[in-house]
């Protein structure tokens, strides 16, 4: 098969062509226009076709483990017969010296596998703009029938954040650590999670790791779950030994059970392609309103006068929007 054409691609996909998968996400991705519409053309076509996968989040500091636990949770879901993808969220890829690339040769049996397809995400741009190329790519994996989609942060901040909106279980690994390092992660991340996960439990550590264990699960009592069918929980696990992988990989396929029987699922998969559209809406009109020529020629001025305070950016503001206003009367 020659793979050129929208048809071919998107029923290879529909298929179950790793090799399609990948070119299809290689024209989303891509920076030149007849490309990317073209990637674009063929997730119109299978679109009917997505929305049957879990979706995770995983993310945790640096040094936590999180390629090992993923691979570990990879290798483990495959065994239960399920078909798995990983895909990445890494805006600072060009900063951080291409760790992400790395991920593929740290998951290596996983990478192998008939059953896998690890992505890593694209390097530079914005966050918005990469977690919008990895939602497309979500959707073009479960198009392929991946049953389980992994999504790992690895930058951190707000990444983080975009990620639990892209997902339905969120999942954030923790290394053992003393009770002053409790404050390590931030609350709005524990709010958003479904699960903490003390990772690393084992050997030496295994003491400091029950300990984490403790004081995060008392925590978690103060802070309000995200949806009254799922309490979110603590857990320990090593990625190293496999031990606790089984306990998360059932916890996460007991909160979809849980959400579903409560009846909030389909509304909080509903409510994310809506806030996604919107997202999407924004980013192109701030985009045109920035590539408008009229408009580029008065902002150096602008942001110069409203620097200098003879104006203030309110009214700057309003002229920017009337210059663009008259340029398409």
Not at 30 to 38: C, G, W
Not at 117 to 144: K, N, Y
């Amino acid at each position: 098969m020659s793979l050129d054409s929208i048809a071919e691609v998107g029923s290879a996909v529909g298929e179950g062509d790793r090799r399609a998968v990948a070119r299809t996400i290689t024209w989303l991705e891509s920076t030149r226009s007849d490309h990317a519409a073209k990637g674009q053309a063929i997730l119109e076509t299978l679109v009917s076709k997505t929305g049957g996968a879990v979706r995770v989040g995983v993310t945790g500091p640096p040094g936590v483990g999180k390629s090992t636990f993923i691979e570990a949770m990879g290798l483990s879901l495959i065994e239960q017969g399920y078909r798995v993808a990983v895909l990445a969220v890494d805006p600072s890829s060009p900063v951080t010296g291409g760790s992400i690339l790395g991920d593929k040769t740290r998951m290596e049996r996983l990478a192998q596998h008939p059953k896998a397809f690890i992505r890593p995400s694209p390097s530079g741009g914005s966050l918005g703009g990469v977690a919008q190329r990895t939602r497309e790519a979500m959707l073009v994996c479960e198009a392929a029938g991946y049953d389980v989609i992994l999504i790992e942060t690895v930058g951190i901040g707000q990444s983080e954040i975009t990620v639990a909106s892209m997902v339905d279980f969120f999942l954030v690994l923790l290394l053992p650590a003393g009770g002053d390092e409790l404050q390590g992660i931030k609350r709005g991340v524990m709010e958003l999670a479904d699960a903490l996960v003390v990772n690393k439990a084992d050997g030496d550590t295994r003491p400091a790791a029950e300990r984490t264990l403790a004081e995060y699960g008392s925590a978690l009592e103060l802070i309000r779950p995200t949806s009254e069918a799922w309490k979110p929980r603590a857990l320990m696990a090593s990625a190293q030994t496999g031990e606790g992988i089984e306990v998360i990989r059932e916890a996460i396929f007991a909160h979809r059970e849980a959400l579903v029987e409560a009846g909030v699922f389909d509304v909080r998969r509903r409510e994310q392609a809506r806030a996604w559209m919107w997202s999407l809406l924004e980013e192109q009109i701030q985009r045109s309103f920035r590539e408008d020529q009229d408009v580029k020629d008065v902002i150096p001025g602008l942001e110069a006068d409203v620097a200098a305070l003879r104006t203030t950016p309110g009214a700057a503001v309003r002229e920017l929007m009337a210059v663009f206003r008259k340029e398409r009367a």
